[in-house]
């Protein structure tokens, strides 16, 4: 497999520090209000690529972090006067039931920043005795920048670029613009642990390194491209020159989310929790969203193309649905498929794997999936070619796969028609239709048609579609949808 690595700038090899083991590291969320949906694009990529690797043999680790002490956790404690570890719990809590939701695999560790302040701690001691950090009389500890030559790497920033925008803010001790803080002096009111330079609490940057550790070398870090400076470089920084060794090395950094091509921010009142999503969309949705373009790529965030989305969705569902019913319906003759519709499907399941192995490409391997449902769906519904023996073979493979896309991909694993009867009423509800007097109608119409009073049954069928609602009538019985 390969994958981009921020640091080199290029697509590189995975070659495991450990043959056939990954380690990867992932900063998480600091847990002082709802996942947004930029948190869930994140959780999502790295959520592929653990199922990827695994899926394709590999053993992995995954390492997902809680900052549960922070300047904004401290904010929202104050102004809700609750207790700052009481706000922590509750959004680590709310993390939690959001990626259930959206099918995310839980980490295999998720370490929490205050259970790791004695390493904190120690990483600072060992800078400070090597030189590269120092504590200030009023009890904070930074470190110095220019200690670690290669500062900059990751980012690609100069420290001359670096120092055109840096400042001393007003009371802060640093002997240099550039250096960072690694334990911050406790003010009035914050939470604080002893120190050997008095009460403090840890720099956010420092965190990251401490919880990392246990697992160095890393062979992937993880984050989004928000992280690339100044935290991941940071992260950096502090780690190398403290333990001499290289932290990651693979940095894999997912792209932004904007809300009808802007920023997303609370300013501009088009901020989009998952929950706010999730009253309109199904999970599965919102993940097919996600995962419709490359993770790299920006994405953007439309009501529009959550439609697009739902209905593309349903595309494979429907098939996945008619297959199951074709194989148990159909009888077969020995008449071989024509050899370009063999080919191209045997050529596609090799090709959905080739996608995600180059750089996980989500939106590339999906395409492969749509169209391995359009051969599917041409079998389905020429006669002649439905019959033919080697259709049977091709529907069958096609549940086979599917279940590999739900173990790479955490999709299409559901039930088909449980799931299109969630996304109808799903898309009913935001139409704001009174699904209780369409069942009414529908019963009546049934009603109707036992009674063979096909008059009434059609100016039924009428009163519904003037609804928005479309009645189809089938073997397994009367279905709806909306029109």
């Not at 055109?164 to 803080?181: I, M, N, Q, S, T």
Request: aromatic share 8%; hydrophobic share 40%.
């Amino acid at each position: 497999m390969q994958l981009y690595n921020t640091l080199t700038r290029k697509k590189e090899v995975l070659t495991p520090v450990r043959p056939g083991h990954v380690n990867m590291y992932v900063c998480g969320i600091t847990a002082y209000d709802y996942c947004h949906i930029g948190h869930a694009r994140s959780a999502l990529v790295f959520d592929v690529l653990v199922r990827h690797l695994r899926a394709s043999g590999l053993e992995v680790t995954f390492v997902r972090n809680f900052t549960d002490v922070d300047d904004k956790i401290i904010r929202r404690a104050n102004q809700e006067g609750r207790d700052w570890k009481d706000v922590a719990e509750t959004y680590i809590a709310a993390f939690h039931e959001d990626m259930d939701a959206l099918g995310v695999i839980r980490a295999d560790k998720e370490p929490r920043a205050t259970e790791y302040i004695r390493e904190m701690q120690d990483i600072c001691t060992t800078l400070i005795n090597e030189g590269k950090a120092y504590a200030t009389p009023s009890g904070d500890v930074y470190f110095r920048v220019r200690s670690y030559p290669p500062y900059g790497k990751l980012s690609g920033r100069s420290l001359d670029e670096l120092m055109a925008g840096a400042r001393v803010a007003p009371g802060e001790e640093k002997e240099d613009p550039l250096d960072f803080a690694l334990w911050k002096a406790a003010k009035p009111g914050e939470p604080w642990w002893e120190s050997p330079w008095g009460k403090g609490r840890p720099g956010w940057h420092i965190e990251c390194s401490a919880m990392s550790k246990p697992y160095l070398p890393l062979d992937i870090h993880g984050g989004g491209q928000d992280l690339v400076f100044p935290h991941h470089e940071n992260e950096i920084a502090q780690t190398e020159a403290s333990c001499g060794c290289e932290l990651a090395r693979l940095w894999v950094h997912n792209g932004f989310v904007q809300v009808n091509s802007e920023k997303m921010s609370k300013s501009l009142g088009n901020f989009k929790t998952i929950r706010d999503i999730l009253e309109s969309y199904l999970p599965e949705t919102l993940r097919f969203f996600l995962l419709g373009k490359q993770y790299r790529s920006p994405i953007d965030f439309t009501p529009e193309i959550m439609d697009e989305s739902e209905k593309a969705l349903n595309r494979v569902y429907e098939c996945l649905r008619e297959a199951r019913k074709g194989l148990e319906r159909a009888s077969w003759k020995k008449t071989p498929l024509p050899q370009d519709i063999v080919k191209e499907w045997q050529e596609l399941g090799p090709a959905f794997h080739a996608a995600l192995d180059d750089d996980l490409n989500t939106a590339q391997a999906l395409g492969h999936i749509f169209s391995q449902v359009r051969i599917a769906n041409r079998l389905l519904e020429d006669k002649a070619l439905r019959a033919a023996e080697g259709s049977r073979e091709i529907l069958e493979d096609l549940l086979r796969r599917a279940a590999d896309w739900t173990a790479r991909l955490g999709m299409f694993g559901q039930d088909p028609q449980t799931f299109l009867i969630a996304q109808r009423d799903r898309r009913a509800r935001r139409a704001q239709l009174d699904i209780p007097a369409v069942e009414a109608l529908l019963q009546r119409r049934l009603d109707a048609r036992a009674a063979r009073d096909f008059a009434a049954s059609d100016q039924l069928r009428d009163e519904l579609a003037a609804l928005g609602v479309a009645v189809r009538d089938t073997p397994e019985g009367q279905v709806w949808d909306l029109i």
